[in-house]
């Protein structure tokens, strides 16, 4: 464990930040030194370049041989940035072991994960000269600013990423030892709008009430998107949704996850929405409409008594399978506009968009990987069978381009500080993680 322990030490000190200009040749660095691992450990492995502008991707393959499966691993070896560096215990970039748990940005999201699927089949291949699958990583150094190269070069090697089914540890585990297999992913879809009356600010004395306010009509536009049982209002939107089934509900209810957690994690004062589901529904099968920010007039200290020219709101919708993203954004589009008030005039630009992601996990692969998540953790009576609110567009990417399903096999801790400081990954799940790879590769060797 201690020379894979400082492998991972080793890849951590990269200060691999993907979306810092001055961080290109660390990432650069980081991207080749993960190369030369793989190579080393007996694998092909070469660092693909994606843009003139962009960082470097990572394809290794393990000995293929005919009449085996072709797996694809894929892993990020970037990272977020590091601030607000003062909130740090320890330096982001000098990994710190403490007891039993890693320190430093990119521990758990998500070089923890990915080095544990890279030992995993590195210390197989170590012993048996061979892998049991036909093995193939893709290892990008894009993701954390949003994979802008991952699709042109998932078409550009199309043939050399041709495989049977993906592999991605970037998701959580419900608790600590309970092996989870995530099925499911929401959607995205989002959109800022803005409202413009009068063609400066005015003296809301000499015009209130004969002026439409641009930020009253945004509060009633806002206010117009739910309805009092903090259903979605706006026409259409739950067309097409497809419902939980009967063994979700049954299975979700049984997960070490309830109400009381979700209040003191969040420190909202009670939990609100569709009062027919549960919060772990709500959030990982229910679609919603949400506002990300608002704003509009004066927002300095006393008063300034004006009726204010414009006002902005950027909303994201989280959408379920059976939801398509373009649609949901004409229907928004639809419904800001037929609740627009009187007087003033609205803008809509859309943003990015990303399908929901849902598989069987009683399908082969998925209960190939369940048995694998089983044998790695014994003491685990059930492997958590979950779904995920966020969303994860490079799935989708790998439907889209290579036809295929990807298994989600996450390792990250509630409390692992993700995107923030002092993020951290114990060093059991790394141990754990290394295992659970082996696992997978010797499970998915009988799908045919
Ligand atoms: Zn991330």
Redesign the pocket.
Known sequence: MNNELDTLLKFLRFPSVSTDPSRKDDVRNCGQWLCDLLQEGGMQAQLVETSTEGHPAVIAKGPQKENRPTVLIYG?YD??PEDPLDLWESPPFEPTVKNDVIYARGAT??KGQLMAHALGALSLLEKEGDLPVNLTFLFEGE??IGSPNLEPLLKSHREELDCDIIAVS?TGMVAPGVGTFTYGLRGIACLEFSITGPSGDLHSGIWGGSVANPASALASLIASLHDENGKVAIDGFYEGVSELEDWERAAWKKLPSDEAESLAITGASELVGESEYSDLERRWARPTAEVNGMGSGYQGEGSKTIIPSTATAKLSFRLVPGQDPQKILELSEAHLKKHLPAGVSMQITPGHCGSAYLTDPQNPAGMAAQRALQKTFPQSKNIALIREGGSIPIIQSFKDVLGVDTLLLGLALPDCE??APNENFPVANFQAGIELHRNLLEELSSLT
């Open positions: 990020h990272v977020q999201d998500n993701e954390e970037d993700i995107h």
